[in-house]
């Protein structure tokens, strides 16, 4: 329903539709019984699970009824378990949210919020229904509970009209806000989209610096990032084992990429194991 000028996806796919939450609920408790640990909510503005049932539910309604299984299927196998979420708009974000994020046991520490821009005057041109200071006062806000998440985001580089104090103003936000992790996307027009016929296009070798840029200074904060995680314990979800290597691949709750030594009988794909970095 927000359709953004630069995204073709809301012509073609057409009204949203949220997954029943009894439905939502047997799916995950069949990926617990056939021994998975961690478990992923995906799709589009999942944050806005359940406005379109009658009457209607909120997100954080979900969130405590998996929590509630969660709970209960630990308690009765005594095994790790973790619930992701894949990406949520930052007007998605509320007390409701935060609240559940403050008690779940479960929540990973890995929050994926897209940005797209951090000029409101891009925003706008975007039609993105959100300001540049309520994206930090959402980033803000979970960061107090979770200083250790990765926080990640997309942005577009090179909007139509994004002149070089707009681009100054993302750089800004990337910068000094607990971002440490980007999807950087050069913009490239859609067909049929608004965007295609905005004035103000961002020369190709431009936006090549622009994006060279956003890459460099994720690129430190990353590193900076990943140097106060050494010597921590964390969950970490095993994915494979890599013969050559004789190490297991596994993803941790805050979304760093972990291998660590083992025989290769002694984790399973889909067992959360802790690990000390």
């Not at 378990?81 to 409701?96: M, Q, V």
């Not at 910068?175 to 913009?187: A, D, M, T, Y």
């Not at 840029?213 to 964390?234: C, N, Y």
């Not at 290769?264 to 690990?275: A, L, Q, S």
Request: glycine share 6%.
């Amino acid at each position: 329903n927000s359709f953004c000028s630069y995204c073709i996806i809301p012509y073609v796919r057409g009204k949203p539709r949220s997954l029943p939450l009894q439905e939502v609920l047997n799916q995950i408790e069949n990926f617990l019984n056939q021994g998975y640990q961690e478990i992923v909510l995906t799709g589009i503005h999942i944050g806005k699970w359940g406005e379109d049932f009658a009457p209607p539910l909120k997100f954080s309604d979900l969130l405590y009824k998996i929590e509630e299984l969660l709970e209960r299927y630990s308690q009765t196998t005594g095994k790790l378990l973790s619930l992701r979420l894949s990406s949520i708009e930052p007007n998605e974000i509320n007390e409701d949210f935060l609240h559940f994020v403050k008690t779940s046991r479960f929540i990973a520490p890995h929050f994926h919020i897209p940005l797209q821009s951090g000029s409101n005057k891009i925003l706008k041109l975007m039609r993105r229904k959100y300001t540049r200071e309520k994206y930090l006062e959402v980033l803000q806000a979970l960061w107090e509970v979770f200083p250790y998440a990765t926080f990640g985001a997309d942005v577009i580089v090179g909007f139509p009209g994004e002149e070089e104090r707009d681009f100054g103003e993302t750089f800004e936000i990337v910068e000094k806000s607990p971002l440490n992790w980007l999807h950087i996307f050069p913009f490239s027009p859609r067909p049929f989209t608004p965007a295609e016929k905005m004035p103000g296009r961002v020369p190709p070798s431009e936006i090549k610096k622009r994006e060279k840029i956003l890459k460099e200074v994720i690129s430190q904060k990353r590193d900076k990032f990943l140097k106060t995680e050494i010597g921590q314990i964390r969950k970490v979800v095993v994915e494979k084992f890599l013969f050559e290597e004789k190490a297991f691949k596994g993803l941790s709750e805050n979304y760093i990429p972990v291998y660590f030594k083992s025989l290769p009988d002694k984790f399973k794909k889909g067992e959360i194991v802790k690990i000390r970095f």
